[in-house]
Antibody
Framework: QITLKESDPTLVKPTQTLTLTCNIS??????????VGWIRQPPGKALEWLAL???????LYSPSLKNRLTITKDSSQNQVVLTMTNMDPVDTATYYC????????????????WGQGTLVTVSS | QSVLTQPPSVSGAPGQRVTISCTGS?????????VHWYLQLPGSAPKLLIY???NRPSGVPDRFSGSKSGTSASLAITGLQAEDEADYYC????????????FGGGTKLTVL
């Protein structure tokens, strides 16, 4: 059973750096084709993709946020970590980590299992 | 402004058929990239409904179907039920700006 769980809700101050952890189970971060992504959703607004990390450590970032994001994985700890620098109140959102969907040997750029999400509030 | 364009809202009566459109461009659908669809209930994480244009993951009822042609895609829901009332998002991959996963702005489905 695949599960993902984000770190607890957090309050950060403007200009601070956010660090989020996604704890995974039911799959391995080293299995060929596996990928985990981060997606966020401001209150009442649409989903926004942030970053993706692949089993071979290849990384993909949102072009608009690339300069502020770093995604890493620790396969031995079954964790994927996202850091976002220079936080601003507009970054207030629920942040999700999600597992990339693979079926019958083909992996797709979409997500089948999601964490419950964690609320990040940016305020002084 | 989302890369993929969806109507903000659609509505239908129980038992009816509704469709939700998703308009892309030459750098996503037009470049051959798949469209995927999610349903999101209030306070919950998104749920994958359709992948690779028209395929349903295990457990998704066949009342949900997807299609894509050129730079446009659509999600159809037949036999509308009260529990279908939710937000729906399309998603794809875009090759502009070094490549990225992109979402639509979401469509709120109201069951009348």
């Amino acid at each position: 059973q695949i599960t993902l769980k984000e770190s607890d809700p957090t309050l950060v101050k403007p200009t601070q750096t956010l660090t989020l952890t996604c704890n995974i189970s039911g799959f391995s971060l080293t299995t060929s084709g596996v990928s985990v992504g981060w997606i966020r959703q401001p209150p009442g607004k649409a989903l926004e993709w942030l970053a993706l990390i692949y089993w071979d450590d290849e990384k993909l970032y949102s072009p608009s946020l690339k300069n502020r994001l770093t995604i890493t994985k620790d396969s031995s700890q079954n964790q994927v970590v996202l850091t976002m620098t220079n936080m601003d109140p507009v970054d207030t959102a629920t942040y999700y980590c999600a597992h990339r969907y693979c079926h019958d040997g083909t992996c797709y750029q979409t997500f089948d299992f999601w964490g419950q999400g964690t609320l990040v509030t940016v305020s002084s | 402004q989302s890369v993929l364009t969806q109507p903000p809202s659609v509505s239908g009566a129980p038992g009816q058929r509704v469709t939700i459109s998703c308009t892309g461009s030459s750098s996503n659908f037009g470049a051959g990239y798949d469209v995927h669809w999610y349903l999101q209930l209030p306070g919950s994480a998104p749920k994958l409904l359709i992948y690779a244009d028209s395929n349903r993951p295990s457990g998704v009822p066949d009342r949900f179907s997807g299609s894509k042609s050129g730079t446009s895609a659509s999600l159809a829901i037949t036999g509308l039920q009260a529990e279908d009332e939710a937000d729906y998002y399309c998603q794809s991959y875009d090759i502009s700006l070094s490549g990225s996963v992109v979402f639509g702005g979401g469509t709120k489905l109201t069951v009348l």
